[in-house]
């Protein structure tokens, strides 16, 4: 049977009637599903599907009222809400909009739950594209209420209006609430009984996007990958689907992390796909012009103009027979156009292309837009050396950002990052241009203007990983900050700005490890329930696990493990709400160069800090009563030489590989090494000023390598090391080193001491002497010892939190590309490795440890990679992460004999009260004195960082020598005899 299509309104109308009359016994009514059957419904079908959705309205909109008129109110409402998906299908949205306003403010709660649950959800969805943001976050919060009290926990179209919600959140730069409401979407598509496959990609691909704006480029790329995964086989039909999770998502993911390998590989790989697609829809090609505006992009970071010009113009191609509807991608295009042209030095085309594309963006009202077109012009003209000219079209392009955000909302993660990156440029300009304090005085201003938008954007960044990257953005931003300060400090004179660099050193030093300090004291100070608190370590120790064990193309534990971060990030979240008290970050408070002299007035120490910044070399000098900023050029081959200076020292104590000859060769070598770091790092601060006998090192990205104790000083009469005469202690900061540690009450008063076993064929070879080093420790101190088999993980982990001191005697390896795979090792029964006898570096950050003081008497304890803004990321920090309060640990593989002895005469200086960096200064000069040890390699790996401070380890000195066993005895006989006499004559 065919259906006539009818023309006239009469028509409509009389059909409508016709059908209504014919149909009527077969349309059936409940409270929330209509079934509706017959000629009419058939026929408004057929007009949608053929899109007549003005003729299929007009049948709608008089059925509906005909069922109102009836007192039908489901079938009213759900006519209705047909309307207006048909008008959104149209692009008519504010139509749409009084459609559904009318009728569900008209409908009845009690009877219209689900209808009302999809009316609002379609609402929010014409409040997005117009752009009403805060109108469509209140419909789907409507939405969400209506369908959570009718639909399973679980059920799909909640889940839908959460990634909607999260959709929302993203425009209005809200991020922590998208994350939030991704997430959600995400575990409620997971755990229903058949997965919603399509909204979990949906959200997971979004969610991937905001942490990725975030910086969080691990979790970001883990959650892309599973998203992928789903995708290839969700549109294993569908082909066409899948470009824009390679061109959209993975592109900008591998754009944020500046990652322009696998920008090219994401983006030609959606080409592929495209190029497969014989019969394009316009869709399709507007894909295929995305991808030549992200390859063009890709090569323009890479610098390679041409290439990015050639793509840039074959995205314009397309964008041309689209001229209403990449309107805005012609515009963007442009933009990136004149920044290829600027690169080659042709300012007059580039600003050809800069003023087509703004004038688009004018006429789009687009005010970000607007701002990059300034942001360009400013970089060309400083590019020409106009120096005046650029400042001014850099400030117009700030001028811009500022009409489109609120400076002082934290969440606005896209408009900060721009606002600080064009005044970073300004004032590089300015300390560029700068011929006068006044100039300078200008530069530095806009250094404390980024300095409290950074603040404000450290803030959103909550994990460890997206801060990694913030920081790393930050520390060229810092680098060109002091030497503002410094260019100021030198030639006024002036305190202040001194306070300033030292304040500009410490922000990109140690800011993660700050971070966790304080979120543990906070955790600390608050009166968590045991189960709250078992909870806590339950779920970090779950995904510490997951996450060392991680399989990427294993999508049942990758959904396992972001089931279970989910959990956490909850967790905290209601920990938040229930204690307001709680820090998850550290408060920066301004560190002034005299309250460091205060602290340092105390401990007669001095404070070392240094700060490279490729070619210069700053150290920032504090005593009790002087300081200065020195500032030096360095030479650019300076980190190789570190290398240089620790291989001689290795070689020249190898006994197997070379003779003595050749070893006194190789120590001559690393001697005229040695003074040359002593030149550059040490001499021009004692000429000045009268270093005291403790010294505490900051070091600064290879500096952190330096055995600094290993450096050699020449006089008229004699060589000698610098730990002849300095104590050398070392910090990850100086905000560290004057933070308060809060010290746990421990339940046991005895060091907790493991020397593992090793099998004889083990990969880790067996160590001859780690036993007797901690037998050695319990003839000064009470010793809870597990030796050979029994020192096993597991007992570590159940009695981490209950010491004040942790010695561990054992074979740890260094992982140079995953730091947190980088391991202490516990027994070694079998041939080969037991992993689960391994203590991973990344296991630590989810571990409590409560101890003053961990001595790691293992191989490169001290070493890692380097992450810039944070320092080495060492086993040594990843104890100090957990909590303790100082750890000795080793810069390269130690002699096993001889750091039995060194540690033993560490004890020893424990004993008499000795700080920590006294006891083991103490014990390197004992070692000078023996001809055997006298070599640094023994003695310069070992290095003390952290709180200092005396441990009163003989308020636990319960341990009985052997011969005070008879005597303790006797005494006991003698009392007892004596209160047996008593005893008889009080009878008697």
């Not at 309205?57 to 007192?71: A, P, V």
């Not at 009984?193 to 990609?201: A, E, K, L, Q, Y």
């Not at 959103?460 to 060229?476: G, H, I, P, Q, Y």
């Amino acid at each position: 049977m065919t259906l006539l299509k009818f023309s006239t309104k009469n028509n409509i109308i009389l059909l409508f009637f016709l059908c209504l009359f014919f149909s009527s016994p077969f349309i059936q009514f409940s409270h929330c599903q209509i079934k509706q059957k017959g000629p009419l419904e058939s026929t408004i079908l057929t007009f949608e599907e053929n899109g007549e959705i003005d003729s299929a309205n007009q049948l709608l909109l008089n059925r509906s009222k005909s069922f109102y008129d009836m007192g039908m109110d489901s079938a009213y409402l759900a006519d209705k809400i047909r309307i207006a998906i048909n008008l959104q299908g149209n692009g008519q949205f504010e139509k749409s909009i009084d459609v559904l306003q009318a009728s569900l403010d008209h409908s009845n709660d009690s009877i219209l739950v689900k209808l009302k649950g999809n009316g609002y959800h379609k609402l929010g969805v014409a409040h997005y594209y117009l752009n009403e943001y805060n109108q469509a976050i209140a419909a789907y919060k409507q939405a969400l209420n209506y369908r959570k009290k009718y639909l399973p926990q679980n059920h799909k179209n909640i889940g839908k209006t959460l990634a909607n919600l999260g959709h929302v959140f993203v425009e209005t730069k809200d991020m922590d609430n998208a994350i939030s409401h991704f997430e959600e979407s995400m575990k409620m598509a997971i755990e229903t009984s058949v997965p919603d496959t399509s909204t979990f990609v949906i959200a997971g691909s979004n969610l991937s996007f905001v942490l990725a704006l975030k910086d969080d480029f691990k979790k970001s790329e883990e959650y892309l990958n599973l998203v992928i995964a789903f995708a290839k086989e969700f549109y294993a039909n569908e082909i066409w689907e899948m470009p824009k999770y390679y061109s959209q998502f993975a592109f900008h993911i591998a754009k944020r992390k500046g990652d322009t390998k696998a920008m090219i590989k994401y983006t030609k790989n959606a080409i592929s796909i495209y190029d497969k697609i014989e019969d394009k829809y316009d869709e399709d090609w507007y894909g295929l012009s995305s991808c030549y505006s992200n390859l063009g992009n890709a090569y323009l970071i890479n610098e390679d103009y041409p290439s990015s010009k050639e793509y840039f113009l074959k995205d314009l191609e397309i964008n041309e027979k689209y001229p209403k509807e990449r309107l805005f991608q012609t515009g963007s295009t442009l933009n990136s156009l004149s920044v290829a042209y600027g690169g080659e030095g042709n300012f007059k085309e580039s600003q050809k292309q800069i003023e087509k594309a703004r004038n688009i963006f004018i006429e789009l009202k687009d005010s970000f837009w607007i701002s990059n077109t300034y942001h360009n012009e400013g970089l060309n003209a400083i590019k020409r050396g106009e120096y005046d000219l650029g400042i001014s079209k850099l400030n117009e392009a700030i001028g811009f950002i500022n009409a489109d955000i609120i400076i002082d909302d934290a969440n606005v993660i896209g408009g900060l990052s721009n606002l600080i990156e064009i005044k970073s440029e300004i004032a590089k300009a300015q300390l560029a241009f700068a011929q006068n304090k006044n100039a300078l005085k200008d530069a530095f201003n806009s250094y404390v203007e980024i300095d409290i938008l950074l603040g404000k954007l450290r803030e959103d960044f909550n994990s460890d990983e997206s801060k990694k990257f913030l920081l790393n953005k930050a520390r060229d931003i810092y680098a060109s900050a002091l030497s503002c300060t410094y260019q100021l400090w030198e030639s006024t004179g002036n305190e202040e700005y001194l306070d300033w660099s030292f304040s500009f050193m410490e922000k990109t030093k140690a800011i993660i490890l700050l971070d966790a300090i304080s979120k543990s004291q906070s955790l600390e100070s608050l009166d968590l329930s045991s189960q709250e608190r078992e909870k806590l370590d339950s779920l970090n120790n779950q995904i510490s696990s997951l996450e060392l064990n991680q399989d990427v193309n294993d999508s049942d534990q990758l959904i396992t493990q972001i089931k279970s971060r989910i959990q956490l990030e909850e967790f905290e979240k209601e920990l938040k709400e229930k204690y307001p008290t709680l820090q998850t970050n550290h408060q920066e408070d301004f560190l002034a160069v005299s309250e460091m002299q205060s602290k340092l007035t105390d401990e007669s120490r001095a404070l070392l800090e240094f700060f490279i910044d490729e070619d210069i070399l700053y150290a920032l000098y504090i005593d009790a009563q002087n300081s200065e900023l020195f500032r030096w050029t360095i030479d650019n081959n300076l980190s190789n030489k570190v290398f240089k200076f620790r291989n001689l020292l290795d070689q020249s104590a190898d006994r197997f590989t070379y003779n003595k000859s050749q070893r006194d060769s190789l120590f001559d070598a690393f001697e005229l090494v040695s003074r040359e770091f002593y030149r550059l790092l040490i001499k021009p601060i004692q000429l000045k000023y009268d270093i005291p006998e403790k010294l505490c090192i900051i070091p600064d990205q290879y500096l952190s390598y330096l055995p600094f104790d290993a450096i050699m000083v020449k006089s008229d009469q004699s060589t000698t090391f610098l730990t002849e005469k300095y104590n050398i202690s070392y910090s990850y900061s100086a905000s560290l080193f004057n933070k308060e540690r809060i010290n746990t009450k421990t339940k046991r008063t005895s060091i907790l001491s493991f020397a593992p076993y090793f099998h004889i064929d083990n990969p880790l070879v067996t160590l001859s002497f780690n036993k007797q080093e901690v037998e050695s420790i319990s003839s000064h101190f009470k010793v809870d010892a597990y030796t050979g088999k029994k020192a096993l993980k597991y007992e570590f982990k159940e009695r981490a939190e209950n010491h004040p001191v942790i010695h561990l005697s054992s074979h740890a390896v260094t992982n140079d590309s995953i730091s947190d795979r980088s391991y202490i090792s516990f027994a070694q029964e079998s041939s080969s490795l037991n992993q689960d006898q391994l203590l991973y570096a990344g296991e630590l950050y989810n571990t409590k440890v409560a101890a003053d003081l961990i001595v790691l008497s293992a191989c490169e304890t001290g070493l890692g990679k380097i992450e810039e803004g944070e320092g080495v990321m060492s086993l040594a920090r990843a104890f100090t992460y957990a909590g303790a309060g100082s750890v000795i640990s080793s810069l390269w593989r130690i002699d096993d004999e001889f750091s039995s002895q060194l540690i033993s005469d560490f004890y020893a200086g424990m004993k008499e009260g000795k700080q920590i960096d006294e006891s083991l200064w103490g014990a390197k000069k004992k070692a000078l004195e023996d001809p055997k040890f006298k070599h640094p390699y023994y003695w310069a790996a070992f290095v003390p960082t952290g709180k200092m401070d005396a441990i009163d380890l003989n308020d636990f000195n319960t341990s009985i020598p052997l011969w005070g066993y008879p005597i303790f005895f006797l005494i006991l006989m003698v009392l007892f005899y004596v209160w047996w006499g008593i005893r008889k004559r009080y009878y008697l």
